[in-house]
Antibody, heavy 122, light 108 residues
Framework: EVQLVESGGVVVQPGGSLRLSCAAS????????MHWVRQAPGKGLEWVSL????????YYADSVKGRFTISRDNSKNSLYLQMNSLRAEDTALYYC???????????????WGQGTLVTVSS | DIQMTQSPSSLSASVGDRVTITCRAS??????LNWYQQKPGKAPKLLIY???SLQSGVPSRFSGSGSGTDFTLTISSLQPEDFATYYC??????????FGQGTKLEIK
């Protein structure tokens, strides 16, 4: 059974930093691209970042480019999101999501975690 | 950047109704359009990918169609468990995965 479990969400002050983690199981992690998607309270979904199966390619939404860094450790079946220079508008539930196809970036998110809540507030 | 616009933003319907939700892209995205269902307090669920392919395990009452800029999600006969928010998402741009603003489907 595919499982994605996010962690690391806390309350942080504006300008602060945070690292989110996503532990994956139930599939061959290093075969799939992975994504972060966020959802502000009561709002819609926003794609945040993507990393290829081998970590060689990364992409970011304009809203987080230069502040967030996505990474993965395939030996630990883990995905990460380093978040710096946090702003109030980064407050959201952050989901990790698995891409559907092996060794291909499709943006079809076939499995999602339960999310971890990041609150940026003084 | 490609913008995705869904209509309507909200919709009231009854069990057994046929429902259609529309998604329009700001430029042609071929068939690179996906649909997700999200229930309150839950993660989104992939329903349709590549405009018309049904994700494994999704009931056949869900269907998708369209290409270019205009797409539809159709639920042929609404069931109680289908009341949720639906999002379209473009996957044409390999550097972005833009979502629509969502359509909330409520019980009439």
């Amino acid at each position: 059974e595919v499982q994605l479990v996010e962690s690391g969400g806390v309350v942080v002050q504006p300008g602060g930093s945070l690292r989110l983690s996503c532990a994956a199981s139930g599939f061959t992690f290093d075969d799939y691209a992975m994504h972060w998607v966020r959802q502000a309270p009561g709002k819609g979904l926003e794609w945040v970042s993507l990393i290829s199966w081998d970590g060689g390619s990364t992409y970011y939404a304009d809203s987080v480019k230069g502040r967030f860094t996505i990474s993965r450790d395939n030996s630990k079946n883990s995905l990460y999101l380093q978040m710096n220079s946090l702003r109030a508008e980064d407050t959201a539930l952050y989901y990790c999501a698995k891409d559907k196809r092996v060794a291909t970036i499709t943006y079809y998110f076939d499995y999602w975690g339960q999310g971890t809540l990041v609150t940026v507030s003084s | 950047d490609i913008q995705m616009t869904q209509s309507p933003s909200s919709l009231s319907a009854s069990v057994g109704d046929r429902v259609t939700i529309t998604c329009r892209a700001s430029q042609s995205i071929s068939s690179y359009l996906n649909w997700y269902q999200q229930k309150p307090g839950k993660a989104p669920k992939l329903l349709i990918y590549a405009a018309s392919s049904l994700q494994s395990g999704v009931p056949s009452r869900f269907s998708g169609s369209g290409s270019g800029t205009d797409f539809t999600l159709t639920i042929s006969s609404l069931q109680p468990e289908d009341f949720a928010t639906y999002y379209c998402q473009q996957s044409y741009s390999t550097r972005r995965g833009t979502f629509g603003q969502g359509t909330k489907l409520e019980i009439k």
